[in-house]
């Protein structure tokens, strides 16, 4: 099964907003990591950020965690149409070694 | 450098068939994952390799699931007999080692009719 939850679940936006998806969890984590997939595409790393970090930059990416809350977030700013995927929060918890759970996603899409 | 490479990309069988994926992780990535994502979800762990040995296979259904990694290198997934409730995408993943980023494959399209 799976632990935590994504929302929203489906995103659209224009071209050029930002676009913010969150992210749940209920156990102790290690880290936790955002992916993004194309449709019928396999997973793209985009950024891990562990439990003793905050804040994490990748370009137009913005990542924040909040163990207190246990939660986080991923912001895209800037947006573009090619940005239209579904991305993926997965955490790997404390006693979980280096299994990865994922939530179910938000389907974002970014309409030109 | 090349990716994690899966094969088939693509598979339709029959149910009750078996049906085998092959995936291939990137050079040097001692710990390899193999994953099912059903539609409109998210991945779930079936087993996860360190080196030849399979430390995390608590997930696989081992009635009619198997999977070897017989020199560390690349990894055989393989179903049999197969049932309708597997149609699924099938990922395989690897890494460094435990702990650290996993790079995915494109994933195998499994639909069993």
């Known amino acids: 099964s799976q632990q935590g939850e994504e929302d929203p679940q489906a995103l659209s936006i224009q071209e050029g907003e930002n676009a913010t998806m969150n992210c749940s969890y209920k156990?102790?984590?290690?880290?936790l990591q955002w992916y993004r997939q194309n449709s019928g595409r396999g997973l793209v790393h985009l950024i891990l950020?562990?439990?003793?970090?905050r804040e994490k930059h990748s370009g137009r990416l913005r990542v924040t965690l909040d163990t207190s809350k246990k939660s986080s977030s991923l912001l895209i700013t800037a947006s573009r149409a090619a940005d239209t995927a579904s991305y993926f929060c997965?955490?790997?918890?404390?006693?979980?070694?280096?299994?990865?759970?994922f939530g179910e996603g938000t389907q974002l899409t970014v309409n030109p | 450098e090349a990716g994690v490479v899966q094969s088939p990309r693509y598979k339709i069988i029959e149910k009750k068939q078996p049906v085998a994926f092959w995936c291939n992780p990137i050079?040097?990535?001692?710990?390899l994952y193999w994953y099912r994502q059903n539609l409109g979800q998210g991945p779930e762990l079936l087993i996860r390799?360190?080196?030849?040995?399979?430390?995390?296979d608590s997930q696989l259904p081992k009635d009619r699931f198997s999977a070897e990694r017989l020199k560390g290198v690349d990894s055989t997934l393989k179903i049999q007999p197969a049932e309708l409730g597997d149609s699924a995408v099938y990922l395989c993943?690897?890494?460094?080692?435990?702990?650290?980023?996993?790079?995915f494959g494109p994933g195998t399209r499994l639909l069993v009719l």
């Open positions: 993943a690897s890494s460094l080692a435990r702990g650290e980023t996993q790079y």
């Open positions: 156990t102790s984590i290690n880290n």
């Open positions: 950020i562990r439990s003793n970090e």
């Open positions: 997965a955490r790997s918890g404390e006693t979980s070694g280096s299994r990865l759970t």
């Open positions: 050079s040097g990535h001692n710990t």
């Open positions: 390799y360190e080196n030849e040995e399979a430390v995390d």
